[in-house]
């Protein structure tokens, strides 16, 4: 059977599963989050790898580009898994993500670690970025996976928001998935066929907005140059659970970004 014709297969099951997504992304993302059972890499989070091997490749570039005298913002936190792992190179984290489902999950995983802490708040909304560095000050921020699944507006507003609270003191580290192909491309190279799908990418299915991809254009048009300054950018990759029959770890292309304001 051709890749095409199995990925055209595929497709009713992508649109049963997607069907049922809330349209609200808020709602969205506090029904999945407060629906997780297991978290880690053999839990219910595609996304949660907490790869020891995807960690090395941020880590430099945090460390060398970083104030360690500023706070460090994880954007889109989840379960707190990298804020977890910032507060073991700074001295004080703050993890920040839409649902608050996800923050109170984040807070008791991460209950035993006195630097992290955690608080709600929808980062792409009006005076977030203000509300934020009235909170903590100019801030670092690290960011993972957030941006591919913003629309563009979204994606801009996000970056707005952060400009203000770095305040030409801090710098803004993202990391993204950048997967060249289609969005069957995708789901097929995560393990998906017309007759299976892994439990933890059927609940994102079920549950989250479409993601997309976000490299070096999507960057451009989101932290425009009369903003901000590219510090440096380039590939990396992005570790998924495994979700395979083998249970090998899963890598998806990515693209990072370091960037400061003007």
């Given amino acids: 059977m051709s890749k095409l ?7 009713p099951t992508v649109v049963r599963l997607t069907s049922k997504a809330p349209r609200d992304p808020h709602t969205a993302w506090d029904r999945y989050w407060t629906g997780v059972r297991a978290t880690g890499s053999d839990g219910d989070v595609l996304w949660d790898s907490d790869s020891a091997a995807e960690h090395a490749q941020y880590a430099s570039v945090l460390l060398d580009a ?3 005298a500023l706070p460090v913002i ?3 936190c989840g379960n707190g898994t990298h804020t977890r792992w910032l507060a073991g190179l700074f001295p004080q984290v703050l993890g920040i993500d839409v649902s608050p489902g ?3 999950r984040a807070a008791h995983e991460a209950r035993t670690i006195p630097n992290a802490d955690f608080l709600a708040v929808d980062a792409t909304g009006e005076g977030a970025g203000e509300q934020l560095l009235d909170r903590l000050g100019p801030a670092n921020v690290f960011v993972r996976g957030v941006f591919h699944v913003l629309d563009p507006a979204h994606q801009a507003a996000l970056a ?3 400009c203000t609270l770095v305040a030409g003191q801090g710098q803004v580290f993202l990391a993204e998935t950048n997967f060249p192909g289609s969005s069957l491309d995708y789901l097929t190279a995560l393990g998906a066929s017309h007759h299976h799908v892994p439990r933890q990418l059927e609940r994102a299915l079920q ?3 479409r993601p997309g991809r976000f490299g070096g254009a999507e960057r451009q048009r989101a932290f425009p140059a009369s903003e901000w300054e590219l ?12 979700m395979k029959p083998e249970g090998l770890p899963q890598q998806v292309p990515g693209y990072f970004a370091l960037l400061k304001g003007v």
């Fill in 5 to 11: 014709w199995q990925q055209l297969l595929l497709v």
């Fill in 231 to 242: 510090r440096s950018e380039g590939p990396v990759n992005i570790e998924v659970v495994p």
């Fill in 160 to 162: 707005a928001n952060l």
């Fill in 66 to 68: 970083f104030d360690p």
């Fill in 74 to 76: 994880d954007v889109g």
């Fill in 102 to 104: 996800a923050v109170a």
């Fill in 207 to 209: 549950h989250l907005p």
